[in-house]
T-cell receptor, first 113, second 116 residues
Framework: AQKVTQAQTEISVVEKEDVTLDCVYETRDTTYYLFWYKQPPSGELVFLIRRNSFDEQNEISGRYSWNFQKSTSSFNFTITASQVVDSAVYFCALSRRSEKLVFGKGTKLTVNP | DAGITQSPRYKITETGRQVTLMCHQTWSHSYMFWYRQDLGHGLRLIYYSAAADITDKGEVPDGYVVSRSKTENFPLTLESATRSQTSVYFC???????????????FGEGSRLTVL
């Protein structure tokens, strides 16, 4: 069975602080895919990143970076110099190649001015 | 415009009534999914479909029925709505992966259902 754990239910930071959202996953598959989605207050789900199990390179996209470590089954997401617009619920998810995504329960991030 | 659309966006109904939430995608993606989102539970899979006429249960299928007669449509029916089915429902689609690649899930805007 596949499982995703986002232990942080809510995080509150002040603007310009760095913040890391944790994601720990469980799977018996050797090939799998990890995702992060953002859900702003408007409610839509926005895709942020996809990573496959063969690629452990960290990725940086502007202020966002992701740290994938198979040894600890983690796929953490860091926002550098957070902004108010980063306030949202962030979901980590896991899947096999084309099948259903299993989501964590989400982390609500509030960035205060 | 291409995309995935859900209707209705908002629905209020009464206990015991039948409700159908519609989902339409224009990409011809093979996979389609229905998730429900509830506070404290994140997104939970109700049903999914790998292709037309192929459907399978997810984590929380009880009380729901789906069909997929055409690739582009994946309606979700609550045969006799209950208060516990008050939720936000998201439809999603996903391309069939090729090789070691896989596509992300594309979500509709959600349908907020209230059962009184």
């Amino acid at each position: 069975a596949q499982k995703v754990t986002q232990a942080q239910t809510e995080i509150s930071v002040v603007e310009k602080e760095d913040v890391t959202l944790d994601c720990v996953y469980e799977t018996r598959d050797t090939t799998y895919y990890l995702f992060w989605y953002k859900q702003p207050p408007s409610g839509e789900l926005v895709f942020l990143i996809r990573r496959n199990s063969f690629d452990e390179q960290n990725e940086i996209s502007g202020r966002y970076s992701w740290n994938f470590q198979k040894s600890t089954s983690s796929f953490n997401f860091t926002i550098t110099a957070s902004q108010v617009v980063d306030s949202a619920v962030y979901f980590c998810a896991l899947s096999r190649r084309s099948e259903k995504l299993v989501f964590g329960k989400g982390t609500k991030l509030t960035v205060n001015p | 415009d291409a995309g995935i659309t859900q209707s209705p966006r908002y629905k209020i109904t009464e206990t015991g009534r039948q409700v159908t939430l519609m989902c339409h995608q224009t990409w011809s993606h093979s996979y389609m999914f229905w998730y429900r989102q509830d506070l404290g539970h994140g997104l939970r899979l109700i049903y999914y479909s790998a292709a037309a006429d192929i459907t399978d249960k997810g984590e929380v299928p009880d009380g729901y029925v789906v069909s997929r007669s055409k690739t582009e449509n994946f309606p979700l029916t609550l045969e006799s709505a209950t208060r516990s089915q008050t939720s936000v429902y998201f439809c999603a689609s996903r391309k069939l992966g090729q090789g070691t690649n896989t596509g992300e899930l594309f979500f509709g805007e959600g349908s907020r259902l209230t059962v009184l």
